[in-house]
């Protein structure tokens, strides 16, 4: 089967860095993807990592290890409008999606 | 475009009836995805389409869950008879081969089964 692990809730002040960071068991995997979810909303793509390796978008990157069976999330110069869900999502088929549980980011001001 | 549609956004039955969810994907797409989003099982896969085929719908979680897409910018999830564990979030969604991971999700329908 396959399994990923996130921290259920993370918080940071406007402006900081914060970083969430997603752990995975897999038989295997085409790459790791994430997602946002305002409360209320539907979740949006963020990014893709088919490659260890460090994505970035604008200021958002994403990071892959696959030998550590790792990656993770990076928000810089983080505003109010960051504060959602962030899911970790394993692309396991070319259009099959496993989704974590997802982090809660509270941003404060 | 105006992205992937979903109606009824909202939904209030009874236990017993028949519930049906509508979803118009994105044009030009090819796959066609259903999601439940639940606190206790967060998001889950029901199934999917290819080019309006049935590819995997191993998460449909039981006989009462059935799906159709009878072409390409219309499909449908029915549970019948309903049942106050289906009360979740139905989020659809839709990409396009050469997209690779990104898939583009409707505002979801809200069922609530009393």
């Known amino acids: 089967g396959q399994s990923l692990e996130q921290p259920s809730e993370v918080t940071a002040v406007e402006g900081a860095i914060v970083q969430i960071n997603c752990t995975y068991q897999?038989?295997?995997?085409?790459?790791l993807s994430w997602y946002q979810q305002h409360d209320g909303g539907a979740p949006t793509f963020l990014s893709y990592n088919g490659l260890d390796g460090l994505e970035e978008t604008g200021r958002f990157s994403s990071f892959l290890s696959r030998s550590d069976s790792y990656g993770y999330l990076l928000l810089q110069e983080l505003q109010m409008k960051d504060s959602a869900s962030y899911f970790c999502?394993?692309?396991?088929?070319?259009?099959?999606?496993?989704f974590g549980k997802g982090t809660m980011l509270l941003v404060s001001p | 475009d105006a992205g992937v549609i979903q109606s009824p956004r909202h939904e209030v039955t009874e236990m017993g009836q028949e519930v049906t969810l509508r979803c118009k994907p994105i044009s030009g797409h090819d796959y066609l995805f259903w999601y439940r989003q639940t606190m206790m099982r967060g998001l889950e896969l029901l199934i999917y389409f290819n080019n309006n085929v049935p590819i995997d719908d191993s998460g449909m979680p039981e006989d009462r869950f059935s799906a159709k897409m009878p072409n390409a910018s219309f499909s449908t999830l029915k549970i019948q008879p309903s049942e106050p564990r289906d009360s979740a979030v139905y989020f659809c969604?839709?990409?396009?081969?050469?997209?690779?991971?990104?898939?583009?999700f409707g505002p979801g329908t809200r069922l609530t089964v009393t």
């Open positions: 969604a839709s990409s396009f081969s050469a997209g690779g991971s990104e898939q583009y």
């Open positions: 999502v394993l692309n396991s088929g070319y259009s099959t999606l496993t």
């Open positions: 897999t038989s295997g995997f085409y790459g």
